[in-house]
């Protein structure tokens, strides 16, 4: 993969411009050359299910989405528009989470990104991915 | 498409139990044969550009997966767990929303609908699919 | 919908141009504001089950793509690159089949349009969307 | 991942038993407990564009669901029925083509398995992914 263009604490600063990922609660915990981790931190309107306590999959979408853009990002120098996302449900998620991410494709015009989300005990919950405008 | 298995109320009292789906200010505004319309209420943590006042794509993957799941609910008696959901952004987003979903295919073991979200100006906003597990 | 750039006949020839597509066996049926459809003669290669002579999914996928794309054509003036798919399977195919699509979206840098594909008796086997590439 | 239940030779067969599968050139080159690789070799029936060579698109979205779902076939003892496919196209595919494909997830009632399509010059020409209904 290409040279990162954004450092870490870049990179975290842009992501938490966003008033909707506050609310979220993400940290970056990681930025490689292959890609990000993002970190989650759960919080109760998150649920779906209040007896049981599973995370809405709604989240789970948003946080595949985010990463993945933001994979792109370190790469690209800001975040860029999704053009669609596609989302697979594995497992019911509890807890706090962890999203990592990284660029499949880097093009001028179409970026392509993946994600997956891990709950507190690296279970798989979650993996989807994303295309985004990098165009002007 | 079959008879609706859910009146009205009692889909409406059936989406507001999940604390996420209140969070986020769902109202049933119709249930018919073909499917169902949902209405949700800006608030300001949606928002993704704090300058521009979108609301995130994220939300809007959120509000596509529910009302599909809440229109097989009709047709089933219960909302099911989703497989996987697929999401087209089509233009920036803002203030309140209306979704409509209806069913596609009823299965024994997978259902399929679909979504749209309008913003206030009856503007398509994003439009997606979900994939369904109906069997117990 | 916008109005048309292409007529009829030049849609068929430019559909015809591919090799894949007269492999296909492909023909427009009709081309209106809203969409297209096209037929897709059987052919005894499709068959991906031949005890039962089910039709390959590959090959729905395929003219889903095709129909999309070319009714974006129909407002483009050009098929456009495919960037990406998604198909639901409904229900296993026999037979000729009938492919109905239409724009979802024109945009200037991409364009979104959906597609289902019928069999003789008219039942929904499968439907599906795709993102193209309509910039330079 | 779980033990195969397939060998080499029993995949390979049941890979060839349907006709568009022999029809497409495909051939197994490799089965490991990770996942399996598919040689497609190119006909020119599968060009799309006469002047550039390119391959159908919908040849990748086949080639990616075959590859997905016999991945799983070797984890399961058979192919089983596909759900629904995503396909994202990264680059104009010539020649003959190697898939590589592994399961996701393995359900009792679906499961998720992701192929890639490389060209002869090892570049990513497009990938993708599957659900799989393996319920009876």
Chains 1, 2, 3, 4 share one sequence.
Do not use: Q
Not at 31 to 44: F, T
């Amino acid at each position: 993969m290409s040279e990162n263009k954004m450092t870490f604490e870049a990179l975290h600063e842009r992501m938490l411009k966003a008033p909707f990922h506050r609310w979220l609660g993400l940290e970056l915990k990681e930025l490689n050359d292959d890609g990000i981790k993002v970190a989650v931190k759960w919080r109760e309107e998150f649920v779906v299910n209040a007896e049981r306590g599973y995370t809405h999959g709604g989240i789970l979408a948003t946080v595949i989405d985010i990463a993945a853009d933001y994979a792109l990002a370190a790469k690209l120098g800001r975040p860029v528009p999704t053009i669609d996302i596609r989302v697979d449900y594995h497992r019911p998620a509890k807890g706090n989470l962890i999203v990592e991410a990284r660029p499949i494709r880097l093009g001028a015009a179409f970026c392509t990104a993946e994600a997956e989300v891990y709950d507190e005990s690296e279970k798989l919950v979650a993996s989807g991915r994303g295309v985004y405008a990098s165009g002007n």
